[in-house]
């Protein structure tokens, strides 16, 4: 590929989608960053993408698709369903989620969305007034920005992850600040929005962190949704789910999906816990704006919902690709090239460059390298120096995208590299 | 089912979600009397439903449902996709729009949603700022003022539909009164939503009509949104469809779908046809509130659209359905009962009843005759004496239906079927 077009297309990246502000009365909303680079990645032969945040090993459950298959047989799935989602799998949701959190959950406090966020912009269409705020603890999964300015809300980033060097934590480790969350509420902050394991960190809260954020949502008449589309990767220590508080307060909200857990991105189910009066009022949003989640694609849920050991083959996996990928990252980081911590949970190492510009430098590792990751500017102001990493891919391309990354940086730091 | 049951059921219909605004803080959107209509004709034995706007003609097409099982044979639909549409689906439309509107339409003119409430929410939430109004010819299809409303913008109903009698038609014949639309804008109309042919009088305008009303939002800076989800189902006269204006005018833009043309409810694939900035434009809207359309849905449709023979054989149906049934409506508007006119295009029959209140008619039609229809008040203030009733459905159930709704009115009316 020529050096010139490899420019052209950094210059695309980094430019911002100032032609649609042409006619000024259509909305003019970014594009995050990684969608243009999983286009550049797919569009370069042999080019490996640790961009998207997609779960690959090798597609979907042949036993997923062949239930769906059998279903295309009948006409169940062809004709227009609930807006609230096909009974048998909230029921189905209903009782895993009673299981695994311990507290009973009725069908009526569960809704089927169209993947996460769906889910998620049904809740801001229906929770948010225009002028209203949504806090983000940043970094912050980028969809969010725009579904809050979608629903004419205000985005409201709060640094409140920090990479922070200790004494025992001398490389440094993910600190997650409450207090600066409190004190950026106003009297127009609506809703409370946390990724949770957090993409792009991988920080899981404590049962009290999780008990402190709810009580304070409560008592301020805030809704805090907690997006648990990874709580099914979990690589050390407990994992508390927002399940629960979603059951104990009517201001706390849980969402899910299938898109990660079960790696099924292309079939857009999500679902949320939440009080049954929300619930109810989100039928008619959903009437109005998709009708209902994906027939066909319900089917398969449920049945991927009834098979937990399919997640459980995906996560022993995950969890070997994240200990190979994070030796050769402890390896950069004790050579003073990054800076991170070994994420607890998710998809994702998130990594700080200790020089030059985040941008450039995929860019530049694209090209030479040709492997492409996610420049940090997209989570948020204060995540500028970072870069995201996908290790949800098969166990040989995490492999190969090691061999290329420790090429490319030992052939930019050759004298780091002595060992070769 | 107890008499007292259906009387409680009634009241469900009758009373607005006012439970749902105990907290100010969610919208509180009503939901149509349709989708509990239909809810209840389900749990009924026996009952036929003639309320929802559903082709139910044996199922979605087997050799489409055929085309998608192979494609779950592979991974071609498992992850995330673009967010405007799956290329080949796009490029199909381009091509196969191009020819029926003989002029020359690019990829960049076309997205794909979820489904065409899909479509017409992101058009929605990409044109409208809070406070801005959405003029709806009416009778109006219902999810449009909830999509108004969600994108905060106002409904305004005109009533420039009417069931007028004259010398000629003496039963009366649907009337578009553009002059009435035009006295309607203000310096805050933004949108002009016209379902065309219209759902549910069947309305189709001329291609001097169409032209006046893309000519008319042009010079006012007004988004004429045409959704066409009935244009393969003509039965009379000539059909200008509104896909030749959105590529003449940015102000015009034509919304398609798979549900009605191909049975594809349950899927939810809808198009639009727009200026190309446009559909930049949806590009981050739609990559934040949905995604992407269900990946195999859309390879569904695409294999739809190359099969247009069973959308014929449909019409085919259809017609003669329309027939069938529209005799009978004649033999009750020769009695007095009600007035309507005969369709051109579309699904439905929507007719006037002479007296009664249409709610309380409809569920003593739906207790005794086992047949559920769709009271008019869904469709806007002007519609409160009407009735629609869906006629895309089995020749025997259409039969059927013709036989208990007779027997019905024959009870009602003994001195008018003395026939019998």
């Given amino acids: 590929m020529p050096h010139l077009y490899i420019r052209f297309l950094a210059g695309l990246i ?18 995050p960053s990684i969608k243009r680079i999983e286009a550049i990645a797919q569009s370069m032969d042999g080019c490996i993408s640790l961009a998207q945040g997609a779960l690959r090993l090798g597609g979907i459950n042949q036993h997923t698709k062949e239930y769906a298959r059998q279903i295309l047989l009948t006409d169940k799935a062809d004709y227009y369903g609930d807006s609230l989602g096909l009974a048998p799998l909230r029921q189905k949701l209903a009782l895993t989620l009673s299981r695994s959190c311990n507290a009973p959950i009725n069908v009526q406090n569960i809704f089927i969305g169209h993947g996460g966020l769906g889910v998620l912009s049904a809740l801001a269409l229906a929770l948010l007034k225009t002028g ?17 300015k979608l629903a004419k809300a205000k985005p ?7 990479l922070r060097k200790t004494e ?13 969350l409190k004190s950026a509420i106003t009297s127009k902050t609506k809703i409370l929005l ?55 307060s009517p201001f706390t909200i849980r969402v899910g999906s299938f898109s990660k857990n079960y790696g099924m991105s292309g079939w857009r189910v999500g679902f949320a816990v939440a009080h049954q009066d929300l619930v109810a ?10 009708g209902n989640a994906t027939g066909i694609a319900q089917y398969a849920a449920l049945y991927a919902l009834e098979h937990p050991e399919h997640i459980a083959h995906y996560a022993t996996i995950l969890k070997k690709n994240r200990d190979v990928m994070c030796n050769f990252f402890d ?62 891919r098969d166990p040989e391309v995490v ?4 061999v290329r990354l420790k090429k490319y940086f030992s052939d930019k730091y050759p004298h780091l590299f002595t060992e070769i």
């Fill in 331 to 392: 390896s950069l980081q004790a050579k003073g090239i990054i800076s991170y911590e070994r994420p607890k949970a998710g998809f994702y190492l998130f990594f700080k460059i200790h020089e030059g510009n985040t941008t450039e430098l995929i860019m530049d590792i694209l090209k030479n390298a040709k492997v492409a990751m996610t420049p940090g500017n997209d989570f948020g102001p204060s995540a500028q120096q970072f870069i995201r990493l996908c290790f949800a």
């Fill in 14 to 31: 980094i430019t911002t989608t100032s032609m649609l502000s042409a006619n000024s009365s259509i909305i003019s909303l970014e594009m």
């Fill in 194 to 248: 946390l990724s949770h394991p957090s993409n792009p960190t991988g920080v899981c809260l404590s049962n009290e962190e999780l008990q402190k954020l709810s009580s304070l949502c409560e008592d301020k008449g805030i809704y805090l949704i907690i997006d648990e589309v990874y709580d099914d990767f979990i690589y050390e220590g407990d994992f508390t789910s927002g399940t629960a508080f979603a059951l104990q």
């Fill in 399 to 402: 492999t190969e995208s090691i």
């Fill in 156 to 162: 409201v980033f709060v640094a409140a992850y920090e």
């Fill in 168 to 180: 025992a934590e001398p490389h440094g480790a993910w600190k997650f600040d409450i207090e600066l």
């Fill in 281 to 290: 009022a989100i039928a008619p949003v959903q009437a109005a704006t998709i």
């Fill in 132 to 148: 209203d705020e949504i806090l983000l603890p940043e970094p912050a999964y980028p969809a969010y920005t725009n579904i809050a």
